[in-house]
């Protein structure tokens, strides 16, 4: 469904703001006049439709909690992602263009689907082995992707946590794969779709949805995409290393759907994670880790 265009005056938008926003938010964009006229030209540029409405509703609510939005690439990042060293990294993914970073998350900065993407980080020390963890889309169609500082993540290294934050837009993407019925911009060849929509349902489908799109997705990530991940990871580090040196990185998560399914064993993990010492004990960096 598209919302009907409305005159560009601040009159209409502010028709807009008292009809979809709360009286707080309105009453905060009525003070900050540099947001309200970007929030202007990013509805009049995506035609007031709906998914443009609610990334709005979102992103107010973002700006008014001290956050950050990207209206270009529809990037929303609260304020405690802001500054982070994912913050760093996530930032030299976008200005590098990594083409895995640029291809899977294509839906989501383009106007090619109703979801978005948020950065966030929170902290649960009773999972202290979790780096960090993507939602399912909320009402407004913002998928999360949260880190959790208990796990210590915002001290690895640059390139470990450029593989954390390719996982996790996989995550999203694959979300948005299965939500969509498999729709582009980058729709995935039907025998592997149909593969994964099977594994869904393996790991119970709609009854728990949270867990059956974890579970799914990282079998499906285990055989489809260590290759593409382990290249992604040897692009960001200016190709200093052979990819084996970053397979280690793009297992990290996977390692357990990996042996079980029997892609790899224990041993080719520790082989690749012997391997991956030479990227973290070499002389390049990254800005991020200085």
């Not at 963890?133 to 796990?151: K, M, V, Y």
């Not at 728990?208 to 990282?218: G, T």
Request: one cysteine or more.
């Amino acid at each position: 469904m598209t919302t009907p265009l409305l005159p560009t005056d601040h009159i209409q938008m502010q028709f807009f703001v008292q009809h979809q926003l709360t009286e707080e938010q309105a009453e905060f964009l009525e003070s900050q006049e540099e947001v309200y006229d970007e929030i202007e030209d990013f509805l009049n540029e995506n035609g007031y439709t709906e998914e443009a409405i609610d990334f709005v509703e979102e992103a107010v609510e973002t700006l008014m909690n001290d956050g950050e939005v990207d209206w270009e690439d529809k990037i929303i990042k609260d304020e405690s992602f802001i500054d982070t060293k994912m913050d760093c990294v996530l930032e030299e993914l976008i200005s590098k263009g990594n083409n895995l970073f640029k291809e899977t998350s294509q839906a989501f900065t383009g106007n090619n689907s109703e979801f978005r993407i948020k950065f966030s980080t929170y902290s649960d020390p009773d999972h202290i082995n979790t780096n960090a963890n993507t939602s399912l889309p909320n009402s407004n169609g913002i998928i999360e992707i949260q880190f959790n500082l208990a796990s210590g993540v915002q001290n690895n290294d640059a390139v470990s946590i450029a593989g954390t934050i390719l996982h996790e837009i996989i995550h999203a993407e694959l979300h948005r794969i299965k939500l969509s019925n498999n729709s582009g911009p980058n729709p995935l060849p039907s025998a592997q779709y149909d593969w994964y929509v099977k594994m869904w349902e393996i790991y119970g489908g709609d009854i728990d949805p949270n867990y059956s799109a974890a579970a799914s997705e990282h079998f499906y990530m285990a055989n489809y995409y260590i290759n593409p991940l382990s290249n992604a990871l040897m692009e960001y580090d200016d190709n200093t290393h052979g990819v084996d040196n970053y397979k280690s990185f793009a297992w990290i998560g996977l390692e357990s759907a990996g042996i079980s399914a029997g892609y790899i064993t224990h041993q080719q993990i520790n082989d690749f994670i012997d391997l991956s010492q030479i990227v973290l004990n070499d002389n390049h960096s990254s800005p991020c880790d200085n």
